[in-house]
């Protein structure tokens, strides 16, 4: 079991915006940056967005991250058919003095 | 471009050490974190640990993989290596090598590593 907790799943229809949520704890996500990757069927994943809400180059803007104490999420507004994927959030946790993963949330563009 | 491309046995007997090796090419490979990550086949992703040079070598490790993992690297080959050892059932997964310690921003393309006797 993860210690970010995600969703496992979410669903919504094409031009729509869906959110993805991403609990964790003071020693993770409410200390450090958030990141997010998005991972297409049969490939690596892709960086989405780093320290918490900025986008890498080539990253659409219909993609966007927040957080807010303890808790970050993922936006996808305008839907599209392409954006059928697993989404994972990632944060340093000092605890463990490692990086941690979400479980993981697969998308399902109806 | 920078591109990352692991190589290694996809076999691995069970109680044997696994042995990767990640080439990296269009870019430096020092002064930057170099990470190994993994996936169980439908699960999600794990961080195995991370090296770091800049004249000085650092390494951090999941500290639940803290006591099986080795992570290096060599400069003059532009490679970083990952050994792993007691290899058991649940180590199967693809390994990725990845550019980075605290965000992860190129992937090489994965390798599946069975283990099975």
């Known amino acids: 079991q993860s210690v970010l907790t995600q969703p496992p799943s979410a669903s919504e229809t094409p031009g729509q915006r869906v959110t993805i949520s991403c609990s964790g704890s003071g020693s993770n996500v409410g200390t450090n940056y958030v990141y997010w990757y998005q991972q297409l069927p049969g490939t690596a994943p892709k960086l989405l967005i780093y320290?918490?809400?900025q986008r890498p180059s080539g990253v659409p803007d219909r993609f966007s991250g927040s957080k807010s104490g303890t808790s970050a999420s993922l936006a996808i507004s305008g839907l599209r058919s392409e954006d059928e994927a697993d989404y994972y959030c990632?944060?340093?946790?000092?605890?463990?003095?490692?990086?941690?993963f979400g479980g993981g949330t697969k998308l399902t563009v109806l | 471009q920078v591109q990352l491309q692991e190589s290694g046995p996809g076999l691995v007997k069970p109680s044997e050490t696994l042995s990767l090796t990640c080439t990296v090419s269009?870019?430096?490979?020092?002064?930057?974190?170099w990470s190994w990550i993994r996936q169980p086949p439908g699960k999600g992703l794990e961080w195995i640990g991370y090296?770091?040079?800049?004249?000085?070598?650092?390494?951090s490790y999941n500290p639940s993989l803290k006591s099986r993992v080795t992570i290096s690297l060599d400069t003059s080959k532009r490679q970083f290596s990952l050994k792993l050892n007691s290899m058991t059932a649940a180590d199967t997964a693809v390994y990725y090598c990845v550019r980075g310690g605290y965000y992860f921003d190129y992937w090489g393309q994965g390798t599946l590593v069975t283990i099975s006797s």
């Open positions: 320290m918490n809400n």
């Open positions: 990632a944060a340093w946790d000092d605890s463990l003095s490692g990086m941690l």
């Open positions: 090296i770091y040079y800049s004249g000085r070598t650092s390494t």
């Open positions: 269009g870019g430096s490979i020092t002064n930057y974190y």
